[in-house]
């Protein structure tokens, strides 16, 4: 019986036992990115429905979430180098990726400007992007305080 690489020579189909098992490694990290991101998703939309968004009102639920997402992500930063492998994928990528939504943010702030609300939606912006700097900070240095 003939194979592909008996017809040509630069084609191998076996695949080498590390590649075997960095697959299954792959399949791990999708899969708790997966239920991380769920989870966190879950969690936002938890918060969007206690606090609601009206037109041309400040969006407290999306600068909260991305507040609160930010610090918890300078809290992982300083337990990511000696957490189990799957821990950052899981709970950054999957959670915090999740949970955060900086997209949402971007469309909230296009909304207050369509609506005249410029001087609202530039406060919107400068004040998340400051809030999301400090945050991250203060979730490192408070950890690695108490740790």
Not at 20 to 34: D, M, S, W, Y
Request: with cysteine.
């Amino acid at each position: 019986m003939m194979s592909v690489s008996d017809i040509d020579p630069d084609v191998d189909l076996r695949v080498p036992a590390q590649l075997k098992e960095l697959a299954g490694h792959h399949v791990q990290v999708i899969a708790v990115i997966a239920v991380g991101g769920g989870l966190g998703a879950l969690a936002r939309y938890g918060l969007a429905q206690a606090m609601p968004t009206y037109p041309g009102r400040f969006p407290w639920a999306t600068f909260v979430t991305n507040g609160a997402g930010c610090f918890l992500i300078g809290v992982l930063m300083v337990f990511v180098p000696r957490a189990h492998r799957l821990v950052r994928p899981f709970v950054g990528v999957g959670i915090l990726g999740g949970f955060t939504t900086f997209s949402t943010y971007a469309v909230e702030f296009d909304g207050l400007l369509r609506t005249g609300h410029v001087g609202l939606g530039f406060a919107y912006l400068a004040g998340t992007l400051a809030t999301a700097t400090i945050a991250v900070t203060l979730g490192v240095v408070v950890t690695r305080a108490l740790r």
